[in-house]
Nanobody, 123 residues
Framework: QVQLVESGGGLVQAGGSLRLSCAASGRTFITYSMGWFRQAPGKEREFVAALRWSTSSTYYADSMKGRFTISRDNAKSTMYLQMNSLKPEDTAVYYC????????????????WGQGTQVTVSS
């Protein structure tokens, strides 16, 4: 069974930065893809970014390119999301997710989910 635990959320002013972490455990992730999603109040969960664990190939939602960076530390089995130039509209609960195959931007394509971490950006 895969366990995912997010951390690093919090309250930040617009223009600030945060780095989210997702600690993964339960198996070897070499064949997995992992992603970050977010859900704002009253909105559907949306894709933020993903990476292929074995190659570190990365993929981003168009609106996140240039501000957000996804990465992973294989030795720590941890994935990160560096978020810069944050805006109030980035306020949401951020989730990490994992799937045993290639990456996807589709929420339904991920089998494992963390509990989420709140990010609040004040104006």
């Amino acid at each position: 069974q895969v366990q995912l635990v997010e951390s690093g959320g919090g309250l930040v002013q617009a223009g600030g930065s945060l780095r989210l972490s997702c600690a993964a455990s339960g198996r070897t992730f070499i064949t997995y893809s992992m992603g970050w999603f977010r859900q704002a109040p009253g909105k559907e969960r949306e894709f933020v970014a993903a990476l292929r664990w074995s190659t570190s190939s990365t993929y981003y939602a168009d609106s996140m390119k240039g501000r957000f960076t996804i990465s992973r530390d294989n030795a720590k089995s941890t994935m990160y999301l560096q978020m810069n130039s944050l805006k109030p509209e980035d306020t949401a609960v951020y989730y990490c997710a994992a799937r045993p195959t290639g990456w996807s931007a589709d929420v339904s394509g991920y089998r494992y989910w963390g509990q989420g971490t709140q990010v609040t950006v004040s104006s």
